[in-house]
């Protein structure tokens, strides 16, 4: 069982940037493709970005493409999200998680981590 605990959040005035880290504990973090996912309150978990278990292979949603760089350290046991040109609707709680199945809803992921919170101020 890969436990996961996610830091990096804070507050930040849009346009600004942060980074979140997710490290993972296991021997076998490389063999697992992961994600962060984000919800705010009163809303669903959804699907921020992917990223392989070699890092090669990315994806993410069309509302962050072009701002959010998904990377991964394996020999670290570390996924990392690189968020710029923050904007307020960005405003969420984030979460990494293992790759379960291929899907992009919250169900088709598991471990998952506590939640680092992210806030935009306009």
């Known amino acids: 069982q890969v436990q996961l605990v996610e830091s990096g959040g804070g507050l930040v005035q849009a346009g600004g940037s942060l980074r979140l880290s997710c490290a993972a504990s296991g021997r076998t973090f490389s063999s697992y493709a992961m994600g962060w996912f984000r919800q705010a309150p009163g809303k669903e978990r959804d699907l921020v970005a992917t990223?392989?278990?070699?890092?090669?292979?990315?994806s993410y949603a069309d509302s962050v493409k072009g701002r959010f760089t998904i990377s991964r350290d394996n020999a670290k046991n570390t996924v990392y999200l690189q968020m710029n040109s923050l904007k307020p609707e960005d405003t969420a709680g984030y979460y990494c998680?293992?790759?379960?199945?291929?899907?992009?809803?919250?169900?088709?992921?598991?471990?998952w981590g506590q939640g680092t919170q992210v806030t935009v101020s306009s």
């Open positions: 998680a293992v790759r379960l199945r291929v899907g992009v809803t919250a169900a088709d992921f598991g471990s």
């Open positions: 990223i392989s278990g070699s890092g090669g292979k990315t």
